[in-house]
């Protein structure tokens, strides 16, 4: 079973950087494609990033291509987003989630079974 816990989130200044961890207690976390997805205040859930099995192919929404970068550890069953040169609209509670499926570039929330309980990230202006 797959148990993923997110960590890394905080407050930030405009232009800052955080990092983001997720955290696969299982043991099952390479069958996995792993994404990253964000909700905003008053916003749906929207995809953010997404990883493949082996971390060779990645996948971006077009607003943070070029400042968030996405890489997992098998080592440490962890996946990371690298989020840099932060706007105050990347305000969101930030998810991970596994997809069981390696296809493509899946972005919507039900092609992933497991989801963590998600990290505030607050980008301040």
């Known amino acids: 079973q797959v148990q993923l816990v997110e960590s890394g989130g905080g407050l930030v200044q405009a232009g800052g950087s955080l990092r983001l961890s997720c955290a696969d207690s299982g043991r099952t976390f390479s069958n996995y494609a792993m994404g990253w997805f964000r909700q905003g205040p008053g916003k749906e859930r929207e995809f953010v990033a997404r990883?493949?099995?082996?971390?060779?192919?990645?996948f971006y929404t077009g607003s943070v291509k070029g400042r968030f970068t996405i890489f997992r550890d098998h080592a440490k069953n962890t996946v990371f987003l690298q989020m840099n040169i932060l706007k105050p609209e990347d305000t969101a509670v930030y998810y991970c989630a596994a997809d069981e499926s390696g296809v493509g570039y899946r972005t919507r929330t039900h092609h992933y079974k497991y989801w963590g309980q998600g990290t505030q990230v607050t980008v301040s202006s």
């Open positions: 990883i493949s099995r082996n971390g060779g192919n990645t």
